[in-house]
């Protein structure tokens, strides 16, 4: 049945609605937008000088989770709302582990998920035996107390910065027994029939660049990732960079260029899932801040300096 015009228009304009509501809650967060230069991201709020990183909102931009490590202290997570029309304070994420420490959470394109990575024991046992992915479920009463992920993730002692695709592909970081942790690289497990099956490491285009490869970022309709790695050819200690998906097989990765990266740690990247900004961790050992940058026209400058090359 051929779909009236009025309808169409009716759908466009809701999805233009809601795209720019979740726009204007991130501006509520932060009036300060940034164009060609990254910003410190809610600086003072979020962005406190400690060591803040890996932040992942909601698809309406009205939920917000990252991570804090304040002096002396181990990672935690903390998350905002919007409530009455305003942002609330951050606080502890409700999972808050009791033992051990929790970092790093994504929420799935749909919203559907939420997941993070904890050192906290394992249902039945009473000591951590590594760093897992848990994940809590989006009910209608809120978000469901978190769970691990089973086999085959549970055969991994370290999982770390998972993140997800539209089909619930996830794209994370491990390694082998026996691996230093410069030399653990990105690996994925595809959904296969309502199942994850098998983890696989990826290509040597993706992970034959440098050291310390980590904290992926997968597109949500897995067109591109971005990661953070350490080579002698880059701008500082670690650099963001971009591989873009062609027709299944991973291009060699691009340096996001000198606006994101410097002399310092770049890490830990987000985007946006109206690919509009792109968010990222920038630092130094001892603290750093969530920066936020306009992100199409850096990824569209750099797909087509590929295609030209």
Known sequence: MKVPYFTFLFFAFLSFSCKKGATSNLMLLDANIPTNKPLVFGEG????????????????????????????????????????????????????????????????????????????????????????????????????????????????????????????????????KGDKPEDWVIYNSEKEEGQYKSIDRMSNAINGTGKWVAHSYIAPDESYLIYDYKSDLGFGESDLYISFNKNGTWTKPYNLGPKVNTEQTEMAANVSLDGKYLFFHRGNENEGNIYWLEFEPIKEKIKNDVGNR
């Open 45 to 176: 709020i979020i962005s406190t000088h400690s060591y803040e990183f890996a932040i992942t909102f909601t698809p309406e931009m009205d939920e917000l989770y990252f991570t804090r490590r304040k002096p002396e202290e181990d990672n935690k997570i903390y998350t905002m709302k919007m409530v009455d029309g305003k942002w609330s304070n951050p606080e502890p994420a409700f999972f808050t582990a009791t033992e051990g420490w929790d970092f790093e959470p994504h929420i799935s394109p749909k919203g559907d998920k939420l997941y993070f990575g904890s050192t906290r024991p394992l249902p039945d046992s009473l000591k951590s035996n590594g760093l897992h992915q848990w994940y809590s479920t989006k009910t209608q009463n809120g978000w469901s107390n978190p769970v691990p992920l089973e086999h085959p993730f549970m055969d991994k002692f370290i999982i770390m910065y998972l993140t997800s695709s539209e089909n619930e592909n996830l794209y994370f970081t491990t390694g082998e």
